[in-house]
């Protein structure tokens, strides 16, 4: 079987608690397809491993539930610096499930 692999455009934006985490949201259609896909195959915390593409950056991270059933995309700082993304920038991602 092929990894499914979704692209969706999302603004970025910044976690409101401690810390400086910055997240995308993946849609939610795109969201409940893959909690029907990975039901049963999920990490820790409900976390899917994802490979993610943004502009000329391709890197290896986690997925994570929350509350209102869609996920969460976390995005590291040397990507947010090598794409030039701010807060409320629209990001364009392609996501591939791994493990498939």
């Given at each position: 079987?092929?990894?499914?692999?979704?692209h969706f455009t999302a603004?970025?934006?910044?976690?409101?608690?401690?810390?400086?985490w910055y997240f995308v949201t993946v849609p939610e259609e795109i969201s409940d397809d893959i909690a029907a896909l990975?039901?049963?195959?999920?990490?820790?915390?409900?976390?899917?491993?994802?490979?993610?593409?943004?502009?000329?950056?391709?890197w290896q991270t986690s997925i994570f539930p929350t509350k209102?059933?869609?996920?969460?995309?976390?995005?590291?700082?040397?990507?947010?610096?090598?794409?030039?993304?701010?807060e409320g920038t629209p990001v364009e991602t392609e996501l591939e499930l791994a493990d498939f």
């Amino acid at each position: 079987m092929t990894a499914p692999r979704y692209h969706f455009t999302a603004p970025l934006w910044q976690y409101p608690g401690e810390g400086s985490w910055y997240f995308v949201t993946v849609p939610e259609e795109i969201s409940d397809d893959i909690a029907a896909l990975t039901a049963g195959r999920r990490k820790g915390f409900g976390s899917v491993r994802v490979s993610v593409t943004v502009g000329t950056s391709r890197w290896q991270t986690s997925i994570f539930p929350t509350k209102s059933g869609t996920y969460v995309l976390p995005v590291k700082k040397p990507i947010r610096t090598t794409e030039n993304l701010t807060e409320g920038t629209p990001v364009e991602t392609e996501l591939e499930l791994a493990d498939f």
